[in-house]
């Protein structure tokens, strides 16, 4: 198999299985198309919803909807983190014997509660047991950044310590010895033309899902801070939405009406932008990208702002201390108001050098790059061939 990449006439077939193809995963299959266009690519993929039934049922889906497609001749098996692998070997027996990579976009051991108490409650033992037993049954394992990796095995040594009897010794040595090779973004997102200053008006973008993991509460009082302030700025609320969002959000929008009106400022966008180009101008027009996240294992969201020359501003926890400068984190408290007045003080301070015509801090983030990960990715499928 390792011919492939000795002779670029070599073709080589690739079964790739995303178990909950949520935007992060599309993301990463997209891109790992283009990086490699001589590979014979085949996708099984399962729509992003439903998901206590979803992680625990795509090898039934899969197994006995999609057995001719499983069964393929295939050189490399490629698979999302949600998949049930090991059962998904036990349904289709020919799929032992191909080379195996198991990428984790996130884990479910980091997961924050839902603070709403009217929320169904889910048991997360069930896909935390699944997701050890499909890295424990892979050839190798992959995760996005070290955050996710260390919370990973944090959270599984802590689950195993809670098993009763008969728990193997090592079983998270190949956690321990994992991959990290990011999700890639495309070498044409990358603009590095100068921000224009064309108004005094900060433009801040949050682009995330509406659900309570992204932070609607600390982004709430990051707001009511900026107003209190009378800071000129406008919000764009970007980013996907559901039929049921928290409640932050509609007060967020009442506020900003009213603030709005009272300055004479114009609306800023809010909701889900398509097409994806401007979606990516709206980026390329902002000042600030922001995150309020309590469960952020790369942050694409961020990482496209940087790309398209926003300055990115995140809390100091999670993935972020591991490639935005000190300057572009605020404080990481329990304490909303400590937090919100942190990033405040920080947007502040920014709308202050916009007004003087400086430019906002631009990490270079070049190591996301596309051209730059092709590398690491043919080295791994190279490390699985050869075994």
């Known amino acids: 198999r390792l011919h492939f990449f000795l002779h670029e006439s070599s073709i080589m077939k690739a079964l790739l299985l995303s178990a909950y193809d949520a935007q992060s995963h599309g993301v990463w299959r997209k891109n790992l198309k283009t ?107 992959v995760f996005n950044s070290e955050y996710n990796r260390s919370s990973f095995l944090d959270g599984a040594t802590a689950l195993l310590k809670k098993l009763p009897d008969h728990v193997p010794e090592g079983l998270l040595r190949c956690i321990e010895q994992a991959n990290i090779i990011p999700v890639p973004l495309s070498d044409d997102l990358f603009d590095d033309a100068p921000k224009r200053h064309d108004s005094d008006i900060l433009e801040i973008v949050w682009n995330h899902r509406w659900e309570y993991d992204k932070g609607p509460q600390l982004l709430l009082a990051i707001v009511e801070q900026l107003i209190v302030r009378q800071l000129p700025f406008r919000l764009h609320l970007l980013g996907q939405r559901f039929r049921v969002a928290p409640a932050e959000f509609a007060q967020i929008q009442q506020l900003l009406d009213t603030y709005y009106a009272n300055t004479g400022i114009a609306a800023g966008h809010c909701g889900f932008v398509e097409p994806q180009e401007d979606y990516f101008q709206c980026l390329r027009d902002a000042d600030v990208v922001l995150s309020t996240a309590a469960h952020d294992f790369q942050g694409l969201s961020i990482l496209e702002g940087c790309a398209l020359g926003c300055a990115p501003l995140a809390p100091r926890r999670l993935v972020y201390p ?16 400590e937090s919100s007045n942190s990033a405040a003080n920080t947007l502040q301070h920014w709308a202050m050098l ?32 050869v075994k």
């Open 35 to 141: 990086m490699f266009p001589n590979i014979e690519w085949v996708e099984l993929l399962l729509p992003a919803r439903y998901f206590p039934w979803r992680v625990r049922g795509n090898s039934l889906s899969w197994a006995f909807n999609h057995r001719d497609v499983l069964t393929d001749n295939y050189d490399l098996l490629l698979s999302t983190s949600m998949t049930d692998l090991s059962a998904l070997r036990g349904f289709v027996p020919q799929i032992c014997s191909i080379p195996s990579i198991v990428y984790y976009h996130e884990n479910q051991f980091a997961y924050p509660s839902n603070p709403n108490p009217l929320a169904r409650p889910v048991n997360m033992v069930e896909p935390q047991i699944l997701s050890l037993y499909t890295a424990l049954c892979a050839d190798a394992v």
């Open 354 to 385: 916009k007004r003087a015509g400086q430019t906002l801090p631009s990490p270079v983030l070049d190591q996301f790059r596309q051209g730059r990960l092709q590398g690491e990715y043919q080295r791994l499928f190279e490390s699985v061939l």
């Open 322 to 337: 591991e490639y935005l400068p000190h300057e572009c984190l605020f404080a990481d408290s329990a304490d909303l108001q």
